[in-house]
């Protein structure tokens, strides 16, 4: 073999899984495409189950030391609440520029031992025993053999693709927008979040440090157009006022990134694996952007794929466990999104229900987005 593992993408999935890996003495390369990571408008918050995962594939120090930016509240109107106090994992959340983080975590992947091909390209993949994976780096091509292929490159994989998974998806109905912005009038030490189901929209903003913030807005995909480019800077901000955000947020404050829209339900790849390809992060799983759980969702696929493969030598048996056991933990978070969505942003449910579920949210006391690591 030429190497043990070669992971496609060397964004958040594929550099902590590299660098969990190559500790283990795994003889690991990542496979990056872009020379650069750029912004895209992608999650910045990390829940604390995402956190508590962190800090068990010992990658929490790393970004609180580089990039990361800890927030421990969560306001929402008429309430706050502490999230160090009402999590089991007692902590708040972990939020970071999204191109940072990436940067930070490739580099402590080839500091712990992992190989790196960057600008590379995969051409092809072919499962199999062993798998095969065919790259272009710098005109020249090579195919490489390893006991596992993994696919970490993002919710459009083209591993996924070339490997031949099944992929199923639900439907598109609500758009999120986001934008990064400097100098907002909001506490740097507090995600604020506003739903509004009369209006069915979410608008939340979350500080990232060094005085940014990334803001999105959520809204029926039927109801408005998309919003895309610096023409549609104020029409962002209107519909997030319109939402329930607080003008004063917004004024003064200076749009210093990229505004994009997307749909982007939840989809998956049933059984993640398959003849030496494995999925994870969005490539296996990607949730749905408006509940904040892609990030923690993509470690805990990490974690759990570490732990299989060190438990024992044979990685067929233990990577097709993972599959079994990824499907159960995300069919679980699939529920749980489908039934926050009805609850919070159909138009179809009582407003009175909602509400009183919306306060007890936001207080902690009863539904706790914190427990998800529990699922």
Not at 80 to 88: A, I
Not at 93 to 109: G, N, T, V
Not at 340 to 358: E, G, H, I, N, R
Request: hydrophobic share 45%.
């Amino acid at each position: 073999m030429d190497f043990d593992l070669v992971i496609v993408g060397g964004g958040l999935a594929g550099s902590a899984f590299a660098t969990a890996m190559a500790r283990t003495g795994a003889r690991t390369l990542i496979v990056e495409r872009e020379p650069v990571f750029r912004d895209r408008v992608r999650g910045e918050g990390m829940l604390p189950w995402g956190v508590a995962e962190a800090r068990e594939l010992g990658i929490y120090d790393r970004l609180l030391a580089d990039c990361a930016h800890q927030t421990r509240w969560l306001t929402m109107p008429d309430s706050n609440r502490d999230l160090v106090e009402t999590t089991p994992a007692r902590t708040g959340l972990l939020d970071f520029y999204h191109p940072e983080m990436q940067q930070c975590l490739l580099d402590l992947a080839v500091e712990s031992g992992a190989e790196l091909l960057r600008p590379a390209e995969v051409l092809e993949v072919v499962p199999g025993d062993p798998p095969t994976i065919t790259i272009r780096m710098d005109g020249t091509t090579r195919q490489l053999t390893c006991r596992l292929v993994v696919g970490a490159d993002g919710r459009n994989s083209r591993v996924r693709t070339q490997a031949g998974f099944t992929v199923e998806r639900d439907q598109d109905w609500i758009t999120i927008a986001g934008a990064l912005y400097r100098d907002l009038r909001v506490p740097d030490d507090a995600v604020q979040m506003v739903v509004n189901p009369i209006d069915q929209g979410l608008s939340i903003v979350f500080p990232i440090g060094g005085g940014r913030f990334r803001a999105y807005v959520a809204y029926l995909a039927a109801a408005h157009p998309s919003l895309a480019g610096a023409r549609d800077v104020g029409r962002f901000v209107d519909m997030s006022v319109a939402v329930g955000a607080a003008a004063d947020w917004f004024r003064g404050g200076e749009c210093i990134g990229p505004l994009a829209s997307f749909n982007a339900p939840d989809c998956w790849a049933p059984r993640p694996y398959r003849s030496g390809v494995v999925l994870i992060g969005d490539a296996a799983a990607a949730s749905d952007p408006v509940w904040g759980s892609g990030l923690s969702l993509t470690l805990r696929d990490v974690r759990v794929l570490r732990d299989r493969l060190v438990a024992s030598p044979d990685w067929r048996s233990q990577t097709d466990a993972y599959a079994e056991e990824h499907d159960r933990y995300f069919g679980a978070l699939h529920r749980i999104h489908a039934m926050w969505s009805q609850l919070f942003l159909s138009p179809s449910f009582p407003l009175s229900v909602t509400a009183k579920l919306l306060k007890r949210l936001a207080i902690g006391s009863g539904l706790r987005p914190g427990r998800s690591h529990v699922i």
